[in-house]
């Protein structure tokens, strides 16, 4: 089958789960944002900043592409500039044709000139909200969840799960932890996983990227996360193929597999920190073909020059999918969100489902 092109997938409904609102900002806008707070940048015209982010990013190592949040993370530092890239997130994913996304951040990250960590989610809060309300004006409705970070490295992940749960009721749908992985096990924030548990609260954790199958297990059976952020390690515990019948998955894949915990998959990040070699050779093709809870995401629409769209437009290109599996990956998404299960079904079944339906007709 011919594979479904990018203009085509612009309309159609998409559910993003992962994506970084640092990891999304329009190059004009850090031009002038840094402008205003005179931070140096790489480069000065938004296109060239635009794929100075690429290329930067493109390291092949998940340490080196964390290094270009530098540039982004300066220009969030004051109230304006956060609401700022807040409205424009959710503008841009809405005419990408987004319905749904959980976007996620630091709050620990946006405090270098004396905002409070309640600042830093108000200001954001209030930027999403402008940005859905006009987003639904122009005909392109989103809902926008907010997932709050804490760094791994750091050690306030305690302090940063408290405030996600006291914002559960303004925006705030869930916790992550992120960062560079290698040496930073999700065990180390145990506690702030253990409290949120107590709490009824909904994570998940960036693991089995940079680092294999010990942290995807950390992440799932010491500190219970409800989705994994990439685990696309997990193929480390599969063998053979399924061209071949023989494919054996371990305890750890075929527990993720029997549980349906969600992947957030990431394919184009993924190929540029050096987790897979390609879009063809990602190992989503293989978790999706074992019907793993696949997801698609778009991790840093910035650092990979890339949107939701473009995403699946890759992938139809590589795995030759059609719009029964872009439905797919769009409703495993909704199913796997963080937002109350009555409201996760009125978007499949009064979005997704008839957006699909009339594509294919
Ligand atoms: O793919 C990723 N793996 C690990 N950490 C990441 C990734 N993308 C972004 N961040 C980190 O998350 C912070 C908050 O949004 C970003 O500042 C970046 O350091
Ligand atoms: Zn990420």
Redesign the pocket.
């Known amino acids: 089958m011919a594979a479904i092109a990018y203009s085509d997938i612009v309309p159609a409904p998409k559910a993003l789960l992962h994506d970084?609102?640092?990891?999304g900002l329009r190059p004009a806008t850090i031009v002038e944002l840094a402008d205003a707070v005179g931070h140096e940048l790489p480069a000065t015209d938004p296109a060239a900043l635009g794929e100075w982010f690429v290329a930067a990013a493109d390291s092949g190592s998940?340490e080196r592409?964390?290094e270009t949040?530098a540039h982004?993370?300066a220009v969030m530092q004051t109230e304006e500039g956060l609401f700022r890239v807040a409205r424009e997130c959710a503008l841009d994913l809405a005419a990408d044709g987004v319905v749904y996304a959980e976007v996620?951040?630091?709050p620990e990250?946006h405090l270098e000139r004396g905002l409070t960590l309640d600042q830093v989610v108000d200001a954001v809060h209030a930027g999403f909200t402008a940005g859905m309300a006009e987003a639904a004006a122009q005909g392109t409705p989103i809902r926008v969840g907010v997932l709050l970070?804490a760094?791994r490295h750091a050690a306030r992940s305690q302090e940063i799960a408290e405030l996600a749960v006291r914002y559960r009721d303004s925006g705030v749908v869930g916790f992550d932890i992120?960062?560079?992985?290698a040496g930073f096990p999700p065990t180390r924030h145990l506690d702030a996983f253990e409290y949120l548990q107590r709490e009824n609260f909904h994570f998940t954790i960036?693991a089995g990227?940079?680092f294999g199958l010990p942290s995807i297990w950390q992440a799932i059976q010491w500190c219970g996360a409800d989705r994994l952020?990439?685990g696309v390690r997990l193929v480390d515990d599969i063998t053979g193929t399924p061209e071949s019948g023989e494919t054996v998955l371990g305890r750890l894949a075929a527990y993720v597999r029997d549980k349906r915990i969600p992947l957030e998959l990431?394919p184009s990040?993924n190929v540029q920190?050096g987790a897979a070699p390609s879009i063809a050779e990602h190992p989503i093709g293989l978790l999706h073909d074992l019907r793993f809870r696949v997801t698609v995401n778009t991790?840093?629409r910035l650092m990979s020059g890339t949107s939701m769209s473009r995403e699946m437009a890759l992938l139809s290109e590589a795995f030759g999918w059609g719009w029964a599996e872009l439905q797919w990956l769009t409703i495993n998404a909704m199913k796997s969100a963080f937002i109350p299960y009555d409201e996760r079904l009125a978007i499949i079944n009064d979005v997704i489902k008839p957006g699909y339906a009339k594509l294919i007709g």
């Open positions: 970084h609102l640092d990891g998940l592409y964390l949040f982004t993370v996620r951040y630091a990250q970070t760094m992120a960062g560079a992985e960036h990227e940079a952020g990439h990431c990040s920190t991790d840093n």
